[in-house]
């Protein structure tokens, strides 16, 4: 079946610091999503990407849909504490409607 | 509250017990998802539903598995005579045509 490689697979940074994790496919997908996911709860959708090269920022997240449609990263800015959590890149191809995801990028944030 | 509600949020059985699980899709959003979810893994597609039609199973979803959404609303989820194995995070989600997935908190299930 079709997987994605996450990378890394987990990251302990300072606060203040940048963060940037990806996600690539062995197939071309047509949307790329990013979303994170607290303990206890469902993932969140931070940022949806449609097109390749498409670069999008939700405040201090930015995102991109890389040109061979087979990656995509996912950048932090200046972390803060309430950013623990695992993210995750999920990614669906043509009219396919299901979603498969990435094992996910555990962030710890030290105040 | 406007987003997808799962119930009940925790489920523990004994092996062997039938459980169901409710899900609450957006109001508006004509598709809903099912995706189970284990420790340190990304959530794993189920079934789909579009409106009240089931259009596609995963091979995950053994016989022991039925979902349902009979008015094109709210959705369960039954797993008959559990396993150990079945012990997971259930996800439900929804959307409008294929517009991003909303996803809620879920159902763990703890199977004794």
């Known amino acids: 079946g079709q997987q994605l490689n996450q990378s890394p697979q987990s990251m302990f940074i300072q606060e203040g610091e940048d963060v940037s994790m990806n996600c690539t496919s062995s197939?071309?997908?047509?949307?790329w999503l990013w979303y994170k996911q607290e303990p206890g709860e469902g993932p969140v959708l931070l940022i949806a990407l449609y097109k390749a090269g498409e670069l999008t920022s939700n405040g201090r997240l930015t995102a991109q849909f890389g040109i061979t449609r087979k990656d995509s990263f996912l950048n932090i800015s200046a972390s803060i504490p309430s950013d623990v959590g695992i993210y995750f890149c999920?990614?669906?191809?043509?009219?396919?409607?299901?979603?498969?995801f990435g094992k996910g990028t555990l962030l710890t944030v030290n105040p | 509250d406007t987003g997808v509600s799962q119930d009940p949020r925790h489920k523990i059985t004994k092996r062997g017990q039938n459980v169901t699980f409710r899900c609450d899709p957006i109001s508006e959003h004509n598709r809903l998802y099912w995706y189970r979810q284990t420790l340190g893994q990304g959530p794993e597609f189920l079934t789909y539903f579009q409106n009240e039609a089931q259009l596609e199973k995963s091979r995950l979803l053994s016989d022991r598995f039925s979902a349902e959404r009979p008015k094109g609303s709210f959705s369960t989820l039954e797993i008959q005579r559990t396993e150990q194995g079945d012990s997971a995070m259930y996800l439900c989600?929804?959307?409008?045509?294929?517009?991003?997935?909303?996803f809620g908190d879920g159902t763990r299930l703890s199977i004794l």
């Open positions: 999920a990614c669906r191809g043509g009219s396919n409607y299901k979603l498969t």
């Open positions: 197939s071309i997908f047509n949307t």
């Open positions: 989600a929804s959307s409008l045509d294929l517009t991003p997935q909303h």
